[in-house]
Protein backbone atom coordinates (compact mmCIF):
# COMPACT_ATOMS: atom_id res chain seq x y z
CA UNK A 1 0.00 0.00 0.00
CA UNK A 2 1.25 2.96 -0.76
CA UNK A 3 1.96 5.68 1.40
CA UNK A 4 -0.60 8.13 0.53
CA UNK A 5 -3.59 5.58 0.48
CA UNK A 6 -2.15 4.43 3.94
CA UNK A 7 -2.24 7.46 5.60
CA UNK A 8 -5.68 8.12 4.10
CA UNK A 9 -6.93 5.14 5.31
CA UNK A 10 -5.36 5.43 8.86
CA UNK A 11 -7.20 9.03 9.16
CA UNK A 12 -10.91 7.50 8.06
CA UNK A 13 -10.20 4.49 11.31
CA UNK A 14 -9.06 7.47 13.27
CA UNK A 15 -12.21 9.51 12.20
CA UNK A 16 -14.36 6.19 12.39
CA UNK A 17 -13.11 5.72 15.96
CA UNK A 18 -13.98 8.95 17.51
CA UNK A 19 -17.32 8.65 15.68
CA UNK A 20 -17.92 5.23 18.32
CA UNK A 21 -16.10 7.10 21.37
CA UNK A 22 -13.37 5.09 22.91
CA UNK A 23 -10.15 5.50 21.68
CA UNK A 24 -7.76 3.45 19.68
CA UNK A 25 -4.27 4.69 20.52
CA UNK A 26 -2.43 5.84 17.73
CA UNK A 27 0.81 4.71 19.42
CA UNK A 28 3.53 2.88 17.69
CA UNK A 29 5.61 1.24 18.49
CA UNK A 30 9.02 -0.22 17.63
CA UNK A 31 8.70 -3.56 15.77
CA UNK A 32 10.85 -6.08 17.81
CA UNK A 33 10.90 -10.34 17.54
CA UNK A 34 9.60 -11.52 20.79
CA UNK A 35 11.46 -14.54 21.94
CA UNK A 36 12.59 -15.78 25.13
CA UNK A 37 15.74 -14.97 26.82
CA UNK A 38 18.55 -17.46 26.46
CA UNK A 39 19.12 -19.93 29.06
CA UNK A 40 22.20 -17.93 30.27
CA UNK A 41 20.70 -14.67 30.52
CA UNK A 42 21.51 -12.92 33.82
CA UNK A 43 18.01 -13.38 35.29
CA UNK A 44 18.00 -16.77 34.88
CA UNK A 45 21.30 -17.55 36.93
CA UNK A 46 21.13 -19.87 39.70
CA UNK A 47 22.28 -18.52 43.32
CA UNK A 48 25.54 -19.86 44.01
CA UNK A 49 26.30 -22.51 47.16
CA UNK A 50 25.35 -26.23 47.35
CA UNK A 51 21.34 -26.55 47.90
CA UNK A 52 20.95 -22.42 47.71
CA UNK A 53 17.07 -22.43 47.71
CA UNK A 54 15.93 -20.62 44.53
CA UNK A 55 13.10 -19.69 42.70
CA UNK A 56 11.55 -17.77 46.05
CA UNK A 57 8.39 -16.62 45.66
CA UNK A 58 5.36 -15.80 48.31
CA UNK A 59 1.72 -15.58 48.46
CA UNK A 60 -0.91 -14.38 50.93
CA UNK A 61 -1.40 -18.09 53.18
CA UNK A 62 -5.01 -17.28 54.60
CA UNK A 63 -8.03 -15.50 53.87
CA UNK A 64 -7.41 -11.21 56.00
CA UNK A 65 -3.47 -11.33 55.47
CA UNK A 66 -2.32 -12.65 58.37
CA UNK A 67 -0.10 -15.25 56.71
CA UNK A 68 2.31 -15.54 53.91
CA UNK A 69 3.13 -18.84 52.04
CA UNK A 70 6.88 -18.92 51.30
CA UNK A 71 7.34 -21.60 48.39
CA UNK A 72 11.12 -22.57 46.83
CA UNK A 73 13.26 -25.04 45.37
CA UNK A 74 16.39 -26.85 45.92
CA UNK A 75 17.90 -29.05 43.50
CA UNK A 76 20.79 -30.83 45.14
CA UNK A 77 18.99 -32.76 47.91
CA UNK A 78 16.08 -32.11 49.90
CA UNK A 79 17.49 -29.56 52.28
CA UNK A 80 14.52 -28.77 55.15
CA UNK A 81 11.26 -26.52 54.41
CA UNK A 82 11.70 -24.32 57.37
CA UNK A 83 11.84 -20.55 57.11
CA UNK A 84 12.96 -18.52 60.09
CA UNK A 85 10.99 -14.98 60.30
CA UNK A 86 11.15 -11.98 62.40
CA UNK A 87 9.29 -8.65 62.50
CA UNK A 88 11.65 -5.60 61.77
CA UNK A 89 10.78 -4.42 65.30
CA UNK A 90 11.36 -7.55 67.76
CA UNK A 91 15.39 -7.25 67.99
CA UNK A 92 16.15 -10.52 65.47
CA UNK A 93 13.57 -12.86 68.30
CA UNK A 94 13.43 -15.40 65.51
CA UNK A 95 10.25 -17.89 65.07
CA UNK A 96 10.68 -20.67 62.88
CA UNK A 97 7.86 -22.29 60.71
CA UNK A 98 8.02 -25.73 59.18
CA UNK A 99 6.55 -26.82 56.08
CA UNK A 100 6.57 -30.03 53.67
CA UNK A 101 8.04 -30.62 50.38
CA UNK A 102 6.82 -31.88 46.88
CA UNK A 103 8.34 -33.44 43.77
CA UNK A 104 6.96 -33.97 40.37
CA UNK A 105 7.54 -35.78 37.29
CA UNK A 106 6.46 -34.50 33.92
CA UNK A 107 7.55 -36.65 30.73
CA UNK A 108 11.04 -37.15 30.99
CA UNK A 109 11.22 -34.06 33.38
CA UNK A 110 11.85 -34.32 37.12
CA UNK A 111 11.18 -31.54 39.37
CA UNK A 112 13.22 -29.62 42.09
CA UNK A 113 12.40 -30.24 45.37
CA UNK A 114 9.48 -27.98 45.45
CA UNK A 115 8.95 -26.48 49.65
CA UNK A 116 6.32 -24.69 50.69
CA UNK A 117 5.84 -23.22 53.89
CA UNK A 118 2.83 -20.88 55.43
CA UNK A 119 3.71 -18.31 58.54
CA UNK A 120 1.04 -17.64 60.43
CA UNK A 121 -0.14 -15.61 62.94
CA UNK A 122 1.65 -12.47 61.30
CA UNK A 123 1.11 -9.18 62.55
CA UNK A 124 -0.92 -6.40 59.75
CA UNK A 125 0.97 -4.00 58.11
CA UNK A 126 5.05 -5.15 59.04
CA UNK A 127 7.77 -5.73 57.62
CA UNK A 128 9.18 -9.11 58.29
CA UNK A 129 12.76 -10.83 57.28
CA UNK A 130 13.07 -14.13 56.55
CA UNK A 131 15.46 -16.63 55.98
CA UNK A 132 15.71 -19.81 53.73
CA UNK A 133 18.49 -22.24 53.26
CA UNK A 134 20.75 -23.91 55.64
CA UNK A 135 25.15 -24.37 56.24
CA UNK A 136 26.39 -21.89 54.19
CA UNK A 137 23.93 -21.32 51.76
CA UNK A 138 21.24 -19.12 53.74
CA UNK A 139 19.43 -16.75 51.96
CA UNK A 140 17.33 -13.83 53.37
CA UNK A 141 14.34 -11.67 52.04
CA UNK A 142 11.84 -9.52 53.45
CA UNK A 143 8.16 -8.83 52.88
CA UNK A 144 5.23 -6.58 54.55
CA UNK A 145 2.00 -7.70 55.50
CA UNK A 146 -0.90 -5.84 54.17
CA UNK A 147 -2.92 -3.58 56.61
CA UNK A 148 -5.85 -4.91 58.97
CA UNK A 149 -8.88 -5.22 56.86
CA UNK A 150 -10.65 -2.13 57.04
CA UNK A 151 -12.85 -0.05 54.71
CA UNK A 152 -10.25 2.92 54.56
CA UNK A 153 -7.31 1.05 54.53
CA UNK A 154 -5.28 2.55 51.34
CA UNK A 155 -3.37 -0.27 48.89
CA UNK A 156 -1.76 -0.05 45.78
CA UNK A 157 -1.85 -2.94 43.34
CA UNK A 158 0.44 -4.00 40.57
CA UNK A 159 -1.31 -5.63 37.59
CA UNK A 160 0.62 -8.30 35.34
CA UNK A 161 -0.92 -10.90 32.86
CA UNK A 162 1.04 -12.59 30.16
CA UNK A 163 4.17 -12.42 31.57
CA UNK A 164 5.99 -15.45 29.79
CA UNK A 165 10.50 -14.91 29.58
CA UNK A 166 11.51 -13.51 26.81
CA UNK A 167 13.36 -9.49 26.98
CA UNK A 168 9.65 -8.16 26.92
CA UNK A 169 8.54 -9.72 29.69
CA UNK A 170 11.83 -8.83 31.40
CA UNK A 171 11.03 -4.83 30.63
CA UNK A 172 7.63 -5.36 31.65
CA UNK A 173 8.83 -6.54 35.66
CA UNK A 174 11.63 -3.96 35.93
CA UNK A 175 8.74 -1.54 34.34
CA UNK A 176 6.83 -2.40 37.37
CA UNK A 177 9.44 -2.46 39.79
CA UNK A 178 10.37 0.82 38.94
CA UNK A 179 7.06 2.27 38.51
CA UNK A 180 7.10 5.39 41.46
CA UNK A 181 3.20 4.53 42.47
CA UNK A 182 4.92 1.16 44.23
CA UNK A 183 2.75 -1.43 44.03
CA UNK A 184 2.33 -3.27 47.38
CA UNK A 185 1.49 -6.89 45.81
CA UNK A 186 0.66 -8.61 42.40
CA UNK A 187 -2.62 -9.80 40.69
CA UNK A 188 -1.31 -11.88 38.03
CA UNK A 189 -4.31 -12.63 36.02
CA UNK A 190 -2.59 -15.94 34.76
CA UNK A 191 -0.13 -17.55 31.84
CA UNK A 192 2.91 -17.68 33.94
CA UNK A 193 5.93 -19.17 32.40
CA UNK A 194 5.06 -20.41 29.06
CA UNK A 195 7.24 -22.99 29.44
CA UNK A 196 4.72 -25.32 27.29
CA UNK A 197 5.73 -23.66 23.98
CA UNK A 198 8.88 -25.60 24.17
CA UNK A 199 9.08 -29.04 22.80
CA UNK A 200 8.01 -31.48 25.37
CA UNK A 201 6.47 -28.48 27.65
CA UNK A 202 10.01 -28.30 28.69
CA UNK A 203 9.80 -27.75 32.45
CA UNK A 204 13.24 -26.22 32.65
CA UNK A 205 11.33 -23.43 31.54
CA UNK A 206 9.06 -23.40 34.89
CA UNK A 207 12.57 -23.30 36.40
CA UNK A 208 14.17 -20.53 34.61
CA UNK A 209 10.66 -18.39 34.93
CA UNK A 210 10.76 -19.30 39.12
CA UNK A 211 15.03 -17.68 38.80
CA UNK A 212 13.55 -14.56 36.47
CA UNK A 213 10.53 -13.43 38.77
CA UNK A 214 11.81 -14.20 42.06
CA UNK A 215 13.49 -10.76 42.44
CA UNK A 216 10.02 -9.56 43.06
CA UNK A 217 8.19 -12.38 43.91
CA UNK A 218 10.16 -13.33 46.79
CA UNK A 219 9.31 -9.85 48.49
CA UNK A 220 5.80 -9.07 47.03
CA UNK A 221 3.13 -11.70 47.22
CA UNK A 222 1.62 -12.70 44.10
CA UNK A 223 -1.79 -13.70 43.72
CA UNK A 224 -2.26 -16.38 41.28
CA UNK A 225 -4.63 -17.20 38.76
CA UNK A 226 -4.66 -20.15 36.10
CA UNK A 227 -4.91 -19.72 32.18
CA UNK A 228 -4.35 -22.06 29.45
CA UNK A 229 -0.65 -22.17 29.34
CA UNK A 230 -0.96 -23.69 33.36
CA UNK A 231 -2.58 -26.46 31.91
CA UNK A 232 0.32 -28.42 30.61
CA UNK A 233 -2.01 -31.20 29.36
CA UNK A 234 -0.07 -32.88 27.18
CA UNK A 235 -1.61 -36.63 26.12
CA UNK A 236 0.67 -37.33 23.70
CA UNK A 237 3.29 -36.82 26.30
CA UNK A 238 1.69 -39.13 28.84
CA UNK A 239 0.81 -36.18 30.84
CA UNK A 240 -2.59 -35.89 31.59
CA UNK A 241 -3.29 -34.22 35.09
CA UNK A 242 -3.99 -30.78 34.38
CA UNK A 243 -2.20 -27.86 35.89
CA UNK A 244 0.21 -30.55 36.96
CA UNK A 245 3.35 -28.07 37.23
CA UNK A 246 1.31 -25.10 38.65
CA UNK A 247 -0.46 -27.01 41.35
CA UNK A 248 3.02 -28.15 42.54
CA UNK A 249 4.94 -24.85 42.51
CA UNK A 250 2.34 -22.11 43.00
CA UNK A 251 0.46 -22.29 46.34
CA UNK A 252 -2.79 -20.85 47.19
CA UNK A 253 -4.95 -20.30 50.73
CA UNK A 254 -7.71 -21.58 48.63
CA UNK A 255 -9.45 -23.66 51.51
CA UNK A 256 -9.53 -20.31 53.95
CA UNK A 257 -12.46 -19.26 51.20
CA UNK A 258 -14.26 -22.57 51.22
CA UNK A 259 -12.65 -23.50 47.99
CA UNK A 260 -11.99 -27.10 46.94
CA UNK A 261 -9.86 -26.56 44.02
CA UNK A 262 -6.79 -24.18 43.56
CA UNK A 263 -7.63 -22.55 40.79
CA UNK A 264 -10.52 -20.05 42.22
CA UNK A 265 -10.81 -19.00 45.58
CA UNK A 266 -10.32 -15.50 47.03
CA UNK A 267 -8.66 -13.39 49.76
CA UNK A 268 -9.30 -10.15 51.66
CA UNK A 269 -6.53 -7.52 51.25
CA UNK A 270 -6.87 -4.16 53.00
CA UNK A 271 -9.72 -2.65 51.94
CA UNK A 272 -10.33 -5.17 48.73
CA UNK A 273 -12.03 -8.48 48.10
CA UNK A 274 -10.52 -10.24 45.81
CA UNK A 275 -11.87 -12.94 44.18
CA UNK A 276 -9.88 -15.19 41.76
CA UNK A 277 -12.37 -17.21 38.82
CA UNK A 278 -11.08 -20.39 36.66
CA UNK A 279 -11.84 -20.07 32.84
CA UNK A 280 -10.23 -23.37 32.58
CA UNK A 281 -12.34 -25.16 35.25
CA UNK A 282 -16.29 -26.37 34.82
CA UNK A 283 -18.58 -23.10 35.95
CA UNK A 284 -21.58 -24.45 34.64
CA UNK A 285 -24.65 -24.62 36.77
CA UNK A 286 -23.94 -27.06 39.86
CA UNK A 287 -20.34 -27.34 39.48
CA UNK A 288 -18.47 -26.69 42.35
CA UNK A 289 -16.98 -23.24 40.97
CA UNK A 290 -20.42 -22.27 40.49
CA UNK A 291 -21.51 -23.09 43.46
CA UNK A 292 -19.03 -22.03 45.45
CA UNK A 293 -19.22 -18.08 43.28
CA UNK A 294 -22.75 -17.89 44.73
CA UNK A 295 -22.14 -18.58 47.72
CA UNK A 296 -19.32 -16.27 47.99
CA UNK A 297 -20.53 -13.08 46.27
CA UNK A 298 -23.02 -13.49 49.42
CA UNK A 299 -20.51 -13.22 51.73
CA UNK A 300 -18.63 -10.16 50.55
CA UNK A 301 -19.31 -7.46 53.14
CA UNK A 302 -18.82 -4.01 51.45
CA UNK A 303 -18.81 -2.18 54.83
CA UNK A 304 -15.39 -3.81 55.35
CA UNK A 305 -14.15 -4.65 51.90
CA UNK A 306 -15.36 -1.94 50.04
CA UNK A 307 -13.69 -2.84 46.81
CA UNK A 308 -14.78 -6.05 44.87
CA UNK A 309 -12.32 -7.14 42.69
CA UNK A 310 -12.12 -9.87 40.12
CA UNK A 311 -9.49 -11.95 38.06
CA UNK A 312 -10.30 -13.98 35.66
CA UNK A 313 -7.76 -15.45 32.58
CA UNK A 314 -9.93 -15.38 29.60
CA UNK A 315 -11.50 -11.52 28.97
CA UNK A 316 -15.66 -11.31 28.89
CA UNK A 317 -15.33 -8.13 26.22
CA UNK A 318 -12.74 -8.23 23.87
CA UNK A 319 -12.78 -5.78 21.06
CA UNK A 320 -9.54 -7.49 19.25
CA UNK A 321 -9.69 -10.84 16.57
CA UNK A 322 -7.98 -12.63 18.94
CA UNK A 323 -9.66 -15.42 21.19
CA UNK A 324 -12.83 -14.14 19.91
CA UNK A 325 -16.30 -15.07 22.14
CA UNK A 326 -13.51 -18.04 24.30
CA UNK A 327 -14.99 -15.61 27.65
CA UNK A 328 -18.61 -15.87 26.15
CA UNK A 329 -20.01 -18.85 27.92
CA UNK A 330 -18.84 -17.76 31.18
CA UNK A 331 -20.16 -14.34 31.47
CA UNK A 332 -23.49 -15.94 30.34
CA UNK A 333 -22.84 -17.61 33.74
CA UNK A 334 -21.88 -15.07 35.95
CA UNK A 335 -22.57 -11.31 34.95
CA UNK A 336 -25.84 -11.08 36.04
CA UNK A 337 -23.83 -11.61 39.17
CA UNK A 338 -21.32 -9.30 38.79
CA UNK A 339 -23.85 -6.47 38.11
CA UNK A 340 -26.49 -7.85 41.24
CA UNK A 341 -23.29 -7.59 43.57
CA UNK A 342 -21.70 -4.28 41.94
CA UNK A 343 -18.59 -5.78 41.51
CA UNK A 344 -15.78 -2.43 40.85
CA UNK A 345 -13.59 -3.91 38.46
CA UNK A 346 -12.52 -7.12 36.58
CA UNK A 347 -9.19 -7.81 35.52
CA UNK A 348 -8.44 -10.33 32.35
CA UNK A 349 -5.26 -11.37 30.30
CA UNK A 350 -5.02 -13.83 27.59
CA UNK A 351 -5.88 -11.40 24.76
CA UNK A 352 -1.87 -9.79 24.26
CA UNK A 353 -2.59 -6.28 24.39
CA UNK A 354 -4.02 -3.53 26.81
CA UNK A 355 -7.74 -3.05 26.31
CA UNK A 356 -10.33 -0.90 29.33
CA UNK A 357 -14.13 -0.93 28.91
CA UNK A 358 -16.70 1.47 30.44
CA UNK A 359 -19.04 0.22 32.83
CA UNK A 360 -21.31 -2.25 31.03
CA UNK A 361 -23.40 -5.17 30.42
CA UNK A 362 -25.71 -7.40 28.63
CA UNK A 363 -27.89 -9.34 30.48
CA UNK A 364 -31.26 -8.64 29.26
CA UNK A 365 -31.43 -11.34 26.44
CA UNK A 366 -33.82 -13.48 26.39
CA UNK A 367 -35.49 -16.02 23.44
CA UNK A 368 -37.93 -13.44 22.50
CA UNK A 369 -36.60 -9.85 23.31
CA UNK A 370 -33.37 -9.79 20.88
CA UNK A 371 -31.49 -7.48 23.46
CA UNK A 372 -28.14 -8.87 22.71
CA UNK A 373 -25.98 -5.96 22.33
CA UNK A 374 -23.75 -4.56 25.81
CA UNK A 375 -25.04 -1.52 27.15
CA UNK A 376 -24.13 1.03 29.62
CA UNK A 377 -24.72 -0.12 33.17
CA UNK A 378 -23.39 2.01 36.49
CA UNK A 379 -23.88 -1.04 38.34
CA UNK A 380 -21.79 -3.10 36.07
CA UNK A 381 -17.54 -3.75 36.44
CA UNK A 382 -14.92 -1.96 34.31
CA UNK A 383 -13.37 -4.90 32.28
CA UNK A 384 -9.55 -4.03 32.30
CA UNK A 385 -7.64 -6.78 30.10
CA UNK A 386 -4.01 -6.32 30.86
CA UNK A 387 -2.44 -9.43 29.08
CA UNK A 388 0.37 -7.19 27.85
CA UNK A 389 2.87 -8.63 30.01
CA UNK A 390 5.32 -9.68 26.72
CA UNK A 391 5.54 -13.19 26.39
CA UNK A 392 6.60 -15.42 23.66
CA UNK A 393 3.63 -15.32 21.73
CA UNK A 394 3.99 -11.88 20.55
CA UNK A 395 1.16 -8.59 20.44
CA UNK A 396 -2.19 -9.23 19.60
CA UNK A 397 -2.25 -5.88 17.15
CA UNK A 398 -5.48 -6.86 14.69
CA UNK A 399 -8.26 -5.26 16.40
CA UNK A 400 -12.30 -5.07 15.58
CA UNK A 401 -13.36 -1.70 13.76
CA UNK A 402 -14.73 0.33 14.11
CA UNK A 403 -13.95 -0.11 18.13
CA UNK A 404 -17.36 -0.56 19.74
CA UNK A 405 -18.91 1.75 21.64
CA UNK A 406 -18.06 -0.33 25.42
CA UNK A 407 -14.30 -0.16 24.73
CA UNK A 408 -13.13 3.05 26.35
CA UNK A 409 -9.21 2.81 25.69
CA UNK A 410 -7.14 0.19 23.37
CA UNK A 411 -3.45 -0.66 22.51
CA UNK A 412 -2.03 -2.97 21.49
CA UNK A 413 1.56 -2.69 23.50
CA UNK A 414 3.45 -3.98 26.01
CA UNK A 415 3.12 -3.15 29.70
CA UNK A 416 1.78 -3.48 33.52
CA UNK A 417 -1.63 -1.78 34.99
CA UNK A 418 -1.13 -0.33 38.50
CA UNK A 419 -4.48 -0.50 40.85
CA UNK A 420 -4.12 2.30 43.41
CA UNK A 421 -7.26 2.05 46.65
CA UNK A 422 -7.04 5.65 47.91
CA UNK A 423 -10.04 4.67 50.40
CA UNK A 424 -13.38 3.50 50.61
CA UNK A 425 -14.72 5.57 47.48
CA UNK A 426 -11.72 6.31 45.23
CA UNK A 427 -8.99 4.67 43.49
CA UNK A 428 -6.74 5.68 41.07
CA UNK A 429 -6.16 3.06 38.20
CA UNK A 430 -3.11 3.71 35.49
CA UNK A 431 -1.72 1.79 32.56
CA UNK A 432 2.24 1.85 31.87
CA UNK A 433 3.67 0.77 28.31
CA UNK A 434 6.92 -0.45 28.02
CA UNK A 435 8.59 1.71 26.03
CA UNK A 436 7.61 4.99 28.17
CA UNK A 437 9.81 6.53 31.14
CA UNK A 438 8.37 4.43 34.31
CA UNK A 439 6.70 7.03 35.74
CA UNK A 440 4.29 7.96 32.41
CA UNK A 441 1.08 6.74 32.53
CA UNK A 442 -0.44 6.08 29.07
CA UNK A 443 -4.31 5.66 30.06
CA UNK A 444 -6.05 5.87 33.40
CA UNK A 445 -9.48 6.77 35.28
CA UNK A 446 -10.64 7.15 38.35
CA UNK A 447 -12.86 4.51 39.96
CA UNK A 448 -15.62 5.59 42.14
CA UNK A 449 -16.34 2.54 44.52
CA UNK A 450 -19.89 0.96 42.93
CA UNK A 451 -21.14 0.95 46.66
CA UNK A 452 -20.19 4.19 48.36
CA UNK A 453 -19.75 6.18 45.53
CA UNK A 454 -21.72 5.23 42.29
CA UNK A 455 -21.91 8.24 40.24
CA UNK A 456 -21.09 7.63 36.86
CA UNK A 457 -17.23 7.39 36.38
CA UNK A 458 -17.37 6.79 32.53
CA UNK A 459 -14.03 8.37 30.79
CA UNK A 460 -15.71 8.64 27.31
CA UNK A 461 -19.33 11.02 26.09
C1 LIG B 1 13.82 -35.28 27.11
O1 LIG B 1 13.55 -35.71 25.80
C2 LIG B 1 13.97 -34.80 24.77
C3 LIG B 1 13.50 -35.31 23.43
O2 LIG B 1 13.74 -36.66 23.32
C4 LIG B 1 15.48 -34.61 24.85
O3 LIG B 1 15.90 -33.65 23.89
C5 LIG B 1 15.85 -34.12 26.23
O4 LIG B 1 17.27 -34.02 26.37
C6 LIG B 1 15.30 -35.04 27.32
N1 LIG B 1 15.52 -34.46 28.62
C7 LIG B 1 15.92 -35.17 29.65
C8 LIG B 1 16.04 -34.42 30.95
O5 LIG B 1 16.15 -36.34 29.57
C1 LIG C 1 16.54 -7.83 32.83
O1 LIG C 1 16.25 -6.60 33.48
C2 LIG C 1 17.12 -6.32 34.53
C3 LIG C 1 16.60 -5.05 35.21
O2 LIG C 1 16.43 -4.03 34.29
C4 LIG C 1 18.54 -6.17 34.00
O3 LIG C 1 19.43 -5.94 35.08
C5 LIG C 1 18.94 -7.45 33.28
O4 LIG C 1 20.22 -7.28 32.70
C6 LIG C 1 17.94 -7.77 32.21
N1 LIG C 1 18.27 -9.05 31.59
C7 LIG C 1 18.04 -9.33 30.31
C8 LIG C 1 18.45 -10.68 29.85
O5 LIG C 1 17.49 -8.56 29.54
C1 LIG D 1 -7.94 -9.00 11.27
O1 LIG D 1 -9.29 -8.84 11.69
C2 LIG D 1 -10.22 -8.77 10.62
C3 LIG D 1 -11.57 -8.50 11.23
O2 LIG D 1 -11.60 -7.22 11.79
C4 LIG D 1 -10.20 -10.09 9.85
O3 LIG D 1 -11.09 -10.00 8.75
C5 LIG D 1 -8.79 -10.33 9.36
O4 LIG D 1 -8.72 -11.60 8.76
C6 LIG D 1 -7.78 -10.29 10.50
N1 LIG D 1 -6.44 -10.39 9.99
C7 LIG D 1 -5.54 -11.18 10.55
C8 LIG D 1 -4.17 -11.14 9.92
O5 LIG D 1 -5.77 -11.89 11.51
C1 LIG E 1 -10.88 9.75 49.12
O1 LIG E 1 -9.82 9.94 48.21
C2 LIG E 1 -10.07 10.92 47.22
C3 LIG E 1 -8.91 10.89 46.24
O2 LIG E 1 -7.69 11.03 46.89
C4 LIG E 1 -10.26 12.28 47.87
O3 LIG E 1 -10.55 13.26 46.89
C5 LIG E 1 -11.40 12.18 48.86
O4 LIG E 1 -11.54 13.41 49.55
C6 LIG E 1 -11.15 11.07 49.86
N1 LIG E 1 -12.33 10.90 50.71
C7 LIG E 1 -12.25 11.02 52.02
C8 LIG E 1 -13.52 10.83 52.79
O5 LIG E 1 -11.19 11.26 52.58
FE1 LIG F 1 -3.86 -17.20 27.72
Known amino acids: MGGKSFGAAALLLILLNVAHGGKTSPFMRKVRRTEDM ?62 NHVTYRFFNYSSGFIHHCTLRDLEFNKKYYYEIGIGHTIRQFWFMTPPEVHPDAPYTFGLIGDLGQTFDSNTTLAHYESNPHKGQAVLFVGDLSYADNHPNHDNVRWDTWGRFVERNTAYQPWIWATGNHELDYA ?139 PVKDLSAPVYVNIGDGGNIEGLATNMTNPQPEYSAYREASFGHAIFEIKNKTHAHYSWHRNEDDFAVTADSMWFFNRVWHPVDDSTTN
Request: aromatic fraction near 14%.
Open 38 to 99: PLHSDVFAAPSGYNAPQQVHITIGDHVGRAMIVSWVTVDEPGNSLVQYWSEDSSQKREVAKG
Open 235 to 373: PELGETEPFKPFKHRYHVPYKASGSTEPFWYSVKIASAHIIVLASYSAYGKYTPQYEWLEAELKKVDRSKTPWLIVLVHSPWYNSYTYHYMEGESMRVMFEPWFVKYKVDVVFAGHVHAYERSERISNIEYNLVNGRCG
